[in-house]
């Protein structure tokens, strides 16, 4: 597939929470390459460390917004609480792309049986994972619907509820905020200037992933041996690119309510990753994971599916 022409967002203001690190920042980051005003919302300063406790943060990531093209303006938000997200709306007199993608729970997952796992981090997850999003919904939305070509993007983890994530709590924050994108498109029935969706990246090398498997961007094929499904993994700029390819889409009207992957979004609009290759994680969780996961081994080379 051809690359089409780049996306083009200039005089548009975006929110991006939890852009922080991972998708979010990535997803500012494109948004800005694009030409975007975008408002980088989470909760990392350079003075003052979120629970999760890692090293990147918002004046940083606006800082990649406004070297990319674009403008980056860092607020600090706690999206679980509403006073917090008030105050960002006030900065906030225009808002064309409302992308909601709080998380938090890195810390929180623990793999295995519901009820073997410590309650107060599941229900923390929950808090961290769904509530941040309904109160960042409440508040902005009506500053969104006031756009003459608005989208509201809810970040999830997986295009349906077919995956099995080993985590009860983990598999409900993720099928819920997809399903938020589904009834959003619903509630905007009288708001045609507005679409709502959902969007998920596939197999993620974000600044944690690396970690886990003990790799860096530049030699992540080293994890491969250990995580072979790791060979068909993605930057979390790949994701950013195509839901910037979307925001520029004058007829995005007919992704509403779906959820849409990286890799639908990439044989949509055409684009590549950082290192010019297409993963189509899709295609790969169908031909080789799930039968796999049926006790049936498939032969085939990861290079066909990039």
Same mark, same amino acid.
């Given at each position: ?14 929110? &991006? ?30 003075? #003052? #460390? ?79 994972? &769904?509530?941040?999003?309904? &109160? ?121 309510? #779906? ?18 290759? #297409? ?9 080789? &994971? ?17």
């Amino acid at each position: 597939m051809s690359q089409r022409s780049e996306p083009d967002l200039s005089g548009k203001v975006a929110v &991006v929470t939890g852009a922080t690190r991972g998708a979010g920042r990535a997803i500012a980051v494109e948004l800005g390459a694009a030409g975007a005003t975008v408002f980088v919302a989470g909760r990392t300063t350079r003075t #003052q #460390q979120s629970e999760v406790g890692r090293a990147e943060t918002i004046e940083d990531t606006a800082d990649l917004v406004t070297k990319a093209g674009g403008k980056g303006i860092a607020v600090r938000c706690d999206f679980t609480d509403p006073s917090d997200v008030d105050d960002l709306a006030k900065k906030i007199d225009k808002l064309d792309i409302f992308v909601d993608n709080a998380w938090g729970g890195e810390n929180l997952v623990e793999w295995g049986k519901f009820w073997e796992h410590d309650l107060d981090r599941q229900l923390h997850m929950w808090r961290n994972g &769904v509530e941040t999003h309904l &109160v960042a919904l409440h508040k902005l939305m009506p500053i969104l619907i006031r756009s003459d070509d608005g989208l509201v993007v809810e970040v999830t983890d997986g295009e349906d509820g077919e995956a099995y994530f080993v985590n009860l709590t983990y598999d409900a924050v993720k099928n819920t905020v997809r399903r938020f994108g589904e009834v959003l498109a619903k509630d905007l029935k009288d708001h045609p200037n507005v679409t709502a969706l959902a969007a998920t990246p596939g197999f993620l090398r974000s600044e944690q992933m690396l970690e886990t498997f003990g790799v860096t961007e530049e030699n992540w094929r080293d994890a491969v041996e250990k995580v072979p499904d790791y060979a068909i993994s993605e930057t979390p700029h790949y994701l950013g690119r195509g839901i910037a390819h979307l925001a520029a889409d004058p007829d995005r009207k007919r992704f509403a309510g #779906q959820c849409l992957s990286s890799w639908k979004l990439k044989r949509e609009y055409g684009f590549t990753d950082l290192d010019g290759t #297409q993963p189509d994680w899709g295609r790969w969780w169908d031909d080789v &994971v799930k039968p796999r996961i049926a006790g049936r081994t498939v032969e085939t080379d990861p290079a066909d599916y990039r």
